[in-house]
C-alpha cells in the first residue's frame, strides 16, 4: 500500500511538471498578448489620441470660419457706400450624397446650377468624393439661385447664412472704396488699407453629425460670438463723387481717350472730397473687370506732368526774386538751344512779361525762369511741394513719382524740370501741390475723417501738414498769374461765371522707354477757386485724347463743369466783383470756345445731382 501510495505521488509529480511547463508557457504567451493589448492601448488611446480624435471629429463634425459683418463705409454726410448683408450659402456632406447614391448626380446638377467651369468644377467633384462632413459648393448666392437649388431637393446639399460686402451706389467711388474677396477680406482701396478696423472679429459654427450619420447645425454652435467691424466716415462726398465721374466719363468719350482721372480736395486740409477714374469698374462683380478698369491711377500712377508743373519753378522764380511778374522776357520765337540740346514751344512767342508768359503757357520763357533761379532752389522748390516722395494718403500701393536727385542735376535737366519734363509725379501729388499752395501748407491728403463704433463716433487723428517754403506774398502773386492763365490765356474755358478761378493747363508728350510719342499726349488742367479764398483745388487729367488735345480744350472745361457744380453745391457765395464784370467774361470766353456740346449749364447739372437717386443716370 505504501508503494502504491508512493507511485501515485511520483507520477502526480511527473504529470505536475510536465503541466506546468505548459502552464508557464500559456502564461507567457498571455502574458505577452496582455502587454501587447495594452501597448496598443495605449498607443490609440495615448499616443495617437489626437489623430483618433481628429479623424473622429472629421466624421461626426467640421469648423467653418464664418466673418463678421464689416463695418459700413459712409460719406461725409452719412450716406451708405459699403454695407455688409446677410446672404445664403450652399454646402454639400459627401457622406449623406454616398448614402443615397446620388453623388454623381449632386455634382453634375450644381456644377451646371452654379455654374462651376474648368478647376473649380474639377475640384468641387474631388471633394465630393472624400468622406468630409462639408464641402462649400458656392457662397453668398442671390436669392433666386438659393431658390434654384433648394427646388432641386439634392440629398446632402444644405445651406448656411454668411454676411456679403453690398455697395449700393454701384461704382460711385469703386477706386477709392476697393473690394472684397469671397472670404470677407479686403483686398483693395479702403477695403483693404482699414481692413483690420473694418473687418470685426468672426466667428466659428459646428456642423455636426449624430450617431446615424444625419446632419444638422447645432443652434447653440457659435464658438465665440461675431463682433461687427468699425465703420468709415470718409471725407468724400458721394453727391460731388457722382457729378466728377460723370463728366470726367462724358470727356473721355467725347474725346475718344484712353482714361481720365480727376481729383478734387478741400485745400483747407487737403481732405478728398472726390476722386474719379475711367475706367471704373462695379465692385459688387469686380471679378467680371480686368485691371486697368479696377486701377486707382490717380494714386498708383506716375507721369510727366508738363506746364500744370511750371507753378513749381514760378514759385521759385517769384520767391527768389530772381524774377518778377512784370519782368519782360524774350522768348525766342518759339525755341532755345541747351547744351546742344533745341528745345522748342508749342508756338512762337516774342518778347513777353513773365506774367504773360504763364498766361499762355510758353516753355522758352518758364525754362529761362528756371535756370535764372539755378538748380539747388529749384530742385528745393520742387521738393518743398512734395514731389519726389509719397502724398501719405491712406490708400495703398501710393507711387511717390521720381525725381532726379540734386548731385546728378545738370543745366539740362534744370531746363527741362522747368516746364513739367524729365520727372515723374502722380496725380494726387499734383492736385495736393496746387492744395498747399492755396493754403499755404503741405498736408497729407486723406480720406477717412473718423470711425463709428455702434454709437460712438471717434476723429481720425489730424494727417500731418507743414508749412510751404514759401511767402505770403509770394503765394498771393502767384495765385494771381495763375488767374490771368484762366482770365485771357490758355485756361480760358476753366472759368466759372462769378468766380475768381487760378490754375494752369498742360499738355504733354507721353514718353516710353523708346522716347516721346509723337501722337499720345497727356491732357491736364489744375486749379482752384474761388482764387481768393480757396475752398476746393481739382485736378483734371485726360490720357490720350483724340484730335484735340490741348489741356484747355480737354481739361478745362470738365474742370469748370464740376467745381462750379461743387460751388453751387456747397454754397460758396460769388466773388462780387466778378460777378459785376460776368458779361465781359461771358463775352471773352464765348470769343475762345468752340460752340457747347451739351447746352445744360454746370449750375443746372449740379441741382440735378443733388436732387437725384445717386446710382442712375451714368
Known amino acids: ?143 433666386d439661385m438659393i431658390a434654384k437649388v433648394e427646388k432641386m431637393e439634392l440629398p446632402g446639399v444644405h445651406f448656411l447664412e454668411e454676411s456679403r460686402r453690398d455697395y449700393p451706389l454701384g461704382s460711385i467711388g469703386s477706386h477709392v472704396l476697393g473690394y ?84 478734387l480736395l478741400d485745400p483747407r486740409d487737403s481732405a478728398v472730397l472726390a476722386m474719379a477714374n475711367v475706367p471704373d469698374f462695379d465692385p459688387n462683380h469686380f471679378g467680371a473687370f480686368d485691371d486697368e478698369a479696377r486701377r486707382n491711377r490717380a494714386v498708383l500712377d506716375s507721369y510727366e506732368p508738363g506746364s500744370t508743373f511750371k507753378m513749381v519753378t514760378a514759385a521759385a522764380a517769384l520767391d527768389s526774386m530772381t524774377v518778377r511778374p512784370d519782368d519782360r522776357i524774350d522768348c525766342e520765337n518759339g525755341g532755345i538751344t541747351i547744351d546742344g540740346t533745341r528745345i522748342r514751344d508749342h508756338k512762337p512767342f516774342g518778347v513777353l512779361t513773365f506774367r504773360e508768359a504763364i498766361a499762355v503757357s510758353s516753355n522758352v520763357c518758364t525754362i529761362k525762369a528756371g535756370l535764372r533761379v539755378g538748380a539747388e532752389p529749384l530742385f528745393n522748390a520742387v521738393m518743398d511741394f512734395g514731389f519726389g516722395q509719397p502724398t501719405g494718403i491712406d490708400l495703398a500701393g501710393e507711387t511717390k513719382g521720381q525725381v532726379v536727385g540734386l548731385e546728378s542735376w545738370t543745366r539740362l535737366n534744370s531746363a527741362f524740370h522747368s516746364f513739367g519734363h524729365g520727372l515723374a509725379v502722380s496725380p494726387i501729388q499734383m492736385a495736393n501741390a496746387y492744395s498747399a499752395l492755396a493754403s499755404g501748407s503741405l498736408s497729407e491728403p486723406f480720406l477717412v475723417r473718423g470711425f463709428r463704433d455702434g454709437t460712438d463716433v471717434v476723429t481720425a487723428p489730424r494727417p ?130 468752340p460752340a457747347p456740346v451739351n447746352k445744360s449749364t454746370a449750375a443746372e447739372q449740379a441741382i440735378a445731382v443733388a436732387s437725384l437717386r445717386l446710382g442712375d443716370g451714368r
Do not use: C
Open 1 to 143: 500500500m505504501t508503494v502504491r501510495v508512493d507511485r501515485v505521488v511520483r507520477r502526480s509529480e511527473n504529470e505536475l511538471g510536465f503541466g506546468g511547463g505548459r502552464l508557464a508557457a500559456f502564461s507567457l504567451f498571455a502574458l505577452a498578448w496582455l502587454s501587447l493589448l495594452g501597448l496598443r492601448l495605449y498607443d490609440l488611446q495615448v499616443s495617437q489620441y489626437d489623430h483618433f480624435k481628429a479623424a473622429a471629429q472629421d466624421q461626426q463634425h467640421q469648423i467653418v470660419e464664418l466673418a463678421a459683418p464689416r463695418g459700413a463705409i459712409l460719406d461725409s454726410r452719412g450716406r451708405e457706400l459699403a454695407v455688409s448683408v446677410q446672404v445664403q450659402s450652399v454646402y454639400v456632406d459627401p457622406s449623406e450624397a454616398i448614402r443615397a447614391g446620388a453623388v454623381e448626380l449632386v455634382a453634375d446638377r450644381l456644377v451646371a446650377t452654379l455654374g462651376l467651369q474648368g478647376k473649380r468644377a474639377t475640384d468641387f467633384r474631388h471633394r465630393l468624393a472624400t468622406k468630409k462632413a462639408f464641402v462649400w459648393a458656392a457662397r453668398q448666392l442671390d436669392p
Open 464 to 593: 500731418a501738414s507743414r508749412q510751404l517754403n514759401l511767402s505770403s506774398a509770394t503765394r498771393k502773386d502767384l495765385i494771381r498769374l495763375l488767374e490771368g492763365v484762366v482770365e485771357e490765356g490758355s485756361g480760358v474755358r476753366a472759368g466759372i461765371d462769378g468766380y475768381r478761378v487760378a490754375g494752369k493747363t498742360g499738355t504733354a508728350q507721353k514718353s516710353s522707354s523708346t522716347g516721346y510719342s509723337l501722337t499720345a499726349r497727356l491732357s491736364s488742367f489744375v486749379g482752384m477757386a474761388p482764387a481768393g479764398n480757396p475752398q476746393l483745388v481739382a485736378l483734371v487729367m485726360i490720357d490720350e485724347p483724340k484730335v484735340v488735345t490741348g489741356g484747355g480744350e480737354v481739361a478745362a472745361p470738365v474742370f469748370r463743369e464740376v467745381v462750379e457744380g461743387a460751388l453751387l453745391y456747397l454754397g460758396v457765395q460769388p466773388d462780387r466783383d466778378v460777378w459785376d464784370r460776368r458779361d465781359d467774361f461771358l463775352a471773352l470766353r464765348r470769343d475762345r470756345e
Open 180 to 263: 472684397v474677396g469671397v472670404d470677407n477680406n479686403g483686398l483693395a482701396g479702403l477695403e483693404y488699407k482699414y481692413d483690420d478696423v473694418v473687418a470685426g472679429r468672426g466667428a466659428t459654427r459646428r456642423v455636426l453629425r449624430d450617431a446615424s450619420g444625419m446632419r444638422f447645425v447645432a443652434p447653440f454652435s457659435l464658438e465665440q460670438t461675431p463682433e461687427p467691424g468699425t465703420d468709415l466716415i470718409l471725407t468724400l462726398d458721394a453727391t460731388l463723387q457722382h457729378l466728377a465721374e460723370r463728366a470726367l466719363r462724358k470727356a473721355v468719350k467725347r474725346h475718344q481717350a484712353k482714361a481720365g482721372i480727376l481729383v
